[in-house]
């Protein structure tokens, strides 16, 4: 699977090398802020002009940087959720901290070249960064500076606390009766919701080339009867409507997954994006760039113009992981709730009485009793049995190769696959989804930590269990 560093060049695996990326490599922090504008750009009317469009800076996708990596000394960054049947992931969070000897990120030193702009609202952007290739692993916007002052110090310590643009959406609201119409796919419904202008007909919408949304769903939903909501609260609504997932991305765009997508393994297994084991390796197979038609060469095969090339599946090298069985993702009464009130939905006899109950209520904007007894189905069968999950996978950055790759490159929603040699000759191997990433960055060391939110459950649609 080509895994792409840039827009002008893709690296199929860890195979290829270049420059500045090589076997022990690890790849330079680079953390750029935004100081050129205030948090809010134009005159604010608190009452009629309420915005979070491109009118907020840290919704410009294109804004104007400014390198401060020469005086970072740590950072660490948290994405994503822990606790897989919460679908509604939590807004990313990074801490940045400076080495400050000259207090230009004391807000009230007018001598500072970034005055008055060290403030909450900047546009904020940790990248990985070698010679010829950058990554953004976090973008956001600025939150809180924290000054360390020390008596007799020749430097103060600053602490940038960021956090991503999901926090917007947790600050405004929607008349949910305005928006979209009844049989809307859940995709058009987030995308009517991103465009939505507030209460005031006053918001901009959120910009466009700051929007992945998944358009192959399946869930069709109406209307909230609610009226005025958190706009958070209503994506949420929208979202267990499909039982797929809303989160901003790495490099900041508001991004939505629908049923497959969020649930690749729900089914057949997917083919893993990334691999982990107790050391490095690569298997390498042949890829025939011809093709054949049935049992013949469908043609005479051009060798000189024909090619054949090698591929390879890398296996990085973790440092701890950690698995579980228990009931924290166990599901086997699941009772969803239509726009209308109507509950229906699906259980599994055999898990309830192994474990008990264990009861889920999902609210959604579903039409008809049928399609929630079809989405409490579709969660049952992965969520009926506590198996033996992985739960998290650390690994140190410029130990392996394909490790640091994976570090840099994954997304939630990923999947990975893990296999260990347990003692006594018995070999753990498991496959499971990202559904938070974390990293922790100081000067010789870069950890990084996948948790993960599922394993897969029942393969090929299998049906368990029967309607409530």
């Known amino acids: ?16 090398t270049f420059n500045g990326y090589g076997q022990q490599d690890k790849p330079a922090v680079v953390v750029e802020i935004n100081f050129g504008t205030y948090a809010y750009e134009g005159d604010t009317d608190y009452e009629a002009d309420i915005s979070y469009g491109t009118a907020i800076a840290a919704l410009d996708p294109n804004p104007s940087w400014e390198d401060v990596s020469a005086l970072v000394t740590g950072a660490s960054i948290r994405r994503g959720n822990d606790n897989y049947l919460i679908r509604q992931v ?9 080495a400050d000897p000259d207090s230009r990120f004391v807000p009230s030193n007018t001598a500072s070249p970034y005055y008055p702009y060290v403030k909450p609202g900047r546009p904020v952007r940790i990248i990985a960064d070698w010679s010829d290739a950058r990554t953004e692993v976090f973008r956001g916007m600025t939150q809180r500076w924290t000054q360390n002052f020390g ?4 430097t103060t310590e600053v602490v940038l606390t960021c956090v991503d643009t999901m926090a917007l959406l947790e600050l405004y609201e929607i008349d949910q009766t305005t928006v979209g119409s009844n049989g809307d796919t859940s995709h058009e419904r987030i995308g009517e ?7 005031f007909t ?37 979202t267990d409507s499909e039982w797929g997932l809303f989160f ?10 629908g049923r497959a997508a969020a ?6 297994s997917p083919e893993p994006d990334f691999y982990f084991g107790d050391t490095d390796s690569t298997t390498v197979t042949l890829d025939l760039s011809y093709e054949f038609s049935g049992l013949s060469y469908g043609g005479d095969i051009d060798y000189e113009a024909e090619t054949i090339t090698l591929t390879g599946v890398a296996q990085g090298r973790y440092d701890t992981f950690e698995v579980e069985s228990d009931d924290g993702n166990l599901s086997n009464l699941v009772v969803v709730e239509t726009a209308y009130g109507v509950e229906a939905g699906w259980k599994y006899d055999e898990s309830i009485r192994e474990y008990e109950e264990r009861r889920l209520r999902v609210p959604t904007l579903l039409a008809t009793s049928g399609e929630a007894e079809d989405l409490g189905k579709f969660i049952i069968n992965n969520q009926y049995d506590p198996l033996l999950r992985a739960r998290r996978v650390g690994f140190y950055q410029g130990i392996s190769l394909a490790a640091t790759q994976a570090a840099i490159v994954a997304e939630l929603l990923d999947v990975v696959q893990i296999r260990h040699n347990a003692p006594g000759s018995f070999t753990v191997e498991l496959s499971a989804l990202v559904f938070g990433i974390e990293h922790e960055i100081a000067d010789e060391q870069w950890y990084t930590t996948f948790i993960f939110g599922s394993q897969y459950g029942v393969e090929g649609g299998g049906v368990i269990g029967s309607a409530l």
Do not use: H
């Open 90 to 98: 939590e807004a990313g969070s990074a801490q940045i901290t400076f």
């Open 263 to 268: 649930n690749p393994g729900s089914g057949a």
């Open 202 to 238: 006053s918001r901009e919408p959120w910009p466009t080339l700051l929007r992945d949304i998944d358009t192959s769903t399946t869930a069709l939903v109406e209307q909230d009867a609610a009226e005025t909501v958190q706009v958070l609260d209503a994506i949420k609504l929208v």
């Open 151 to 154: 008596r007799n110090r020749g």
């Open 193 to 199: 919701i991103l465009d939505d202008q507030g209460p």
């Open 248 to 257: 901003i991305s790495k490099d900041g765009k508001a991004t939505y997954r």
């Open 1 to 16: 699977m080509p895994t792409t560093f840039n827009e002008d060049e893709a690296y199929n695996t860890v195979l290829r």
